[in-house]
């Protein structure tokens, strides 16, 4: 292999532009800003992260296509579809950053989320599984940070151990998996082990090593049974982190893990007709999905914390983007990018609401809600689009995301297939789930206000990120070609 | 004709200025409610007069909206949609008329009204079937917060019902469609390529499919025993939700039996014909008796929507021309009929009253303290229970004829439950309008001496939306041609045929 630096730097400008933005970001805290208020800080770090990813985004939009330094990275559709999403999806996480109350060391919170960004926009473009492990770690690394970050609060210290014991268990997982994978097939880049695999078919050990894969697959986008640290750290984690955990990088997970089963292990794929008919990895992503969708939908009726309700929302969804994963081989990944995408949107969008909502008092149990379309019409309008795009309904982005899935499952074997059982029990359990989302929004547009509940003044900046993810998801709900277009 | 889709945007964009009106004033907000729904009828009626009937749906959008899946925003009209856009227009006119005492959240009320009613004309003007269900599910949401916002009895439950049972119908008929398009290897979402793709399939998938989306729409329209979101639902709304929910919205439901499912699969409706026929006959006959049983004036109503509605489901399932015109004919008079009730009960009544038990009611002269309200329940129970003059009668007699013709058992029982409707609204009507102040009675419980001193006089708004549904009623009822000279050619088109004919022995 003739190793290619030009094209390598050129390919990695976005990540450099990351890496860069978050050194200037702790060396002007250091440097110039060190003496002045948090909120200063905070702001000022803010400004310069934006810059610093609306630099990136410019690079992939711009940037080189293909396979890059041999292979090592690919930057198809996909990968440049996802790494936009992402780079998005840090940006709304920055401006609701901004109406968070400041971190107590700023400038090193929003230089932690860079570094997380730069990560999973590596996952993306991933196709070496030593480069996917390396990114997965920087982003998770990054991610365990953000979620203990508030220090005044046990709660945050808990998520960020949770989620770190059970991250920590899935690297190891994952790496034992990659590791039989390249003793099995003597590769580690994703073409060679996949006509490898497509010659030698699948042998016992090939399975352990992708189901070894599949548990840190799991683990990453929160899919039941490897959902468990969900819940905590949705709760515990500071907003702004809970954001990006939700959706940032559950969008990067899924294009990983998509990449590594499809083009890499499609040769193990299973039978897509019958879960009994020959060894392959298929049935255990269909297990997990349906596994996710039931406890997901169901466990969420029972919470009265919302950040806890969001959580296992996201599970569930995890369950019906699983369902995208298996259709990825037939369909193509363009469903499941844009159910991806979109679901991110909304549930930043969420988590900003909540976020404008504690800088006035607490927003921990979804009756704190109460009274909010007399609170802020706006924070209660934008909370509406993102909670009725969650539930699915039209013409909002979250409902095309759901029926292109699950028209793409359903074409995978019609309804007879494992796959198209589970994309009517899919739609079936929306209508359960419809349940808590009205519940949510019960509280938010119809309740009365507690009698010692103020008025919320949200800060512009975090105003104009809510609308613009609200905007967003009408815009991409409206006319679906948008995302669409990107493959 | 071109002009009707804009009949969806005016409506959302009376929504979003009566939203922002109502920061102002309720009153701005009242205004441009009314002048857009007024606006949005006159759009209708403006099409009615340059509308040629004819068969097939005649085109006024189409273009392509989510290529990859072969969905097209094509917005059509026929005789059908054409007449149930017109009662669009006049139920959300009338619905306006009688809100007009909304004090609290004005704007919000009107741009969630207004949200519900663009919905509405969405779906009849769809000639793509997932344009269809957007819409459907755009007119199921506002309906929630109506009623949990601005309801009364019980609005929390209520509501829930409502959106649940909508949406779990709605669910039905998601997964109906993408089966067939998925399995059937469709190409797109118009009601013909469904069809194709449907008639691929195996027998038993077919059947299962129809069952899937003729449910899953017939819970709207409130088929036993799926209705009991009914009656919970309208008693708890505001009034003029109570009229679109009543007038317009289980129509929806209707329509899309009609209209998708019918058409989808003529195999799998030739399967279900009689299971349905007997569930909307058996739904006439016992929402009628429950009606008849009901202590709440509103329940009573409420109930006897659901055995209304059980005509039209018994019309579209008898399969022959006459019924299935019949059965469009009594999605109108309904629409209608059901709007005078509901607004004479919740509106005239109860807002005066403050109560709705018959048995409160009766130890009043209603009569005396409201005659306009009285006057319009008589008229409106009049044609309600069928009688010649109004809409209700070549309604209910085309589908009686219609379902003769096709199994007379059904006609049979169906024509009981008209028996039990004039029995229930002669009871209303007695006891509600005309009770009388017993003596012995009227200090024992104070109220109706107190309240008379108070009832406000019937406003000029109420006054004017109840002439617009009585003229309504009595044209339809003595020229009933004029709509049926829209419905019957539009049941030439092939689609429909193929259905009629399926369910022809």
Known sequence: MNPDYAGLFSALQPETALVVGSLAVLGLDLSVFRRHPAAERLRLALWVASLAVLTAGAGVWLGARGAVYGGVLILDHLAVATRLGVLALTLLTLGVARGAAPPRQPAEYVAVILFAATGLMLM????????????????????????????????????????????????????????????????????????????????????????????????????????????DVYQGAPTSSAALISSASKLAGFTLFTRLLWPGFHGAVGNVYALTAGPGWLPVVAVLSAASLLLGNFAALAQSSLRRLLAYSAIAHSGALLLGVMAAGRSGPAPLFYYASTY?????????????????????????????????????????????????????????????VFAAALRLGGVAGPAGWLAILAIAL????????????KQALVAAPAADARPIKVPRVTALTLVAAAALIVWFGLDPTQLLGLF | MSLLPWSIFLSLAGALLALAGG????????????????????????????????????TLVDMAWIPSMGVRYHLAADGISLTLLVLTGLAATAGVLFSWNIEERTGQFFALFLTLVAGVYGVFLSADALVLFVFYEVAIVPKYFLIAGWGSTNREYGAMKLALYSFAGSSMVLAGLLWAYA??????????????????????HQIAIFALVFFGFATLAGIFPLHTWAPTGHVAAPTAASMLLAGVVMKLGAYGCLRVALPLSPVGFAYWQAPIAWLAVIGIVYAGLVALMQEDFKFVIGYSSV?????????????????????????????????????????MVYDRTHTRKLSDLRAMPMYRLLPFAAAVFVIAGVASMGLPGFSGFPAELTILIGAWKRAPAWAAVAALGVLVAAAFTLRAIQLGFFGQMEKQQAPANGRPSEHAVHFGPITLAEKAGALLLIGATVIIGLYPDLLLNWINPALQSPLLQAALKAGTP
């Open chain 1, 344 to 404: 991110g949107l909304a549930t930043v969008g969420a988590f900003g609401v909540i976020s404008a909502m504690e800088r006035e008092g607490r927003c921990e149990y979804i009756t704190d809600l109460a009274g909010l379309h007399r609170r802020s019409p706006l924070l209660a309008g934008c909370l509406a689009v993102f909670i009725l795009s969650l539930a699915g309904i039209p013409p909002l982005a979250g409902f095309f995301g759901k029926f292109m």
């Open chain 2, 307 to 347: 055995s209304h509605m059980g005509f039209v489901l018994l019309g579209i399932a008898a399969a022959n021309a006459q019924a299935v015109s019949g059965a469009v004919l009594q999605m109108f008079s309904h629409g209608v009929i059901a709007g005078l009730l509901f607004a004479v009960v919740g509106r």
């Open chain 1, 430 to 441: 929306s209508a359960v789930a419809l349940y808590y989302y009205l519940i949510v929004l």
């Open chain 1, 124 to 231: 993306a473009a991933a196709q070496q599984l030593l480069i996917a492990f390396l990114s997965l770690e920087l982003a998770s690394l990054s991610l365990y940070v953000l979620a203990g970050f508030d220090r005044a609060r046990p709660e945050s210290a808990e998520a960020a151990l949770k989620y770190f014991l059970f991250g920590g268990m899935a690297a190891a997982f994952l790496l034992f998996g990659f590791s039989l994978i390249y003793g099995v097939t003597g590769s580690i880049e994703l073409p060679q082990i996949a006509a490898q695999i497509s010659l030698q078919g699948a042998d016992p050990l090939l399975m352990v090593a992708i189901v070894m894969v599949l548990v840190a697959f799991g683990f990453k986008v929160a899919a039941a049974p490897f959902h468990l640290w969900a819940p």
């Open chain 2, 23 to 58: 920061l102002r004033s309720a009153r701005t907000a009242r205004w441009i409610a009314l002048l857009t729904a007024a606006g949005a009828w006159l759009l209708t009626l403006l099409a009615a007069t340059r509308f040629v009937p004819g068969p097939g749906l005649q």
């Open chain 2, 183 to 204: 399995d059937g290897g469709g190409h797109g979402f118009g009601f013909g390529d469904l069809a194709r793709a449907a008639a691929t399939l195996p027998r038993q």
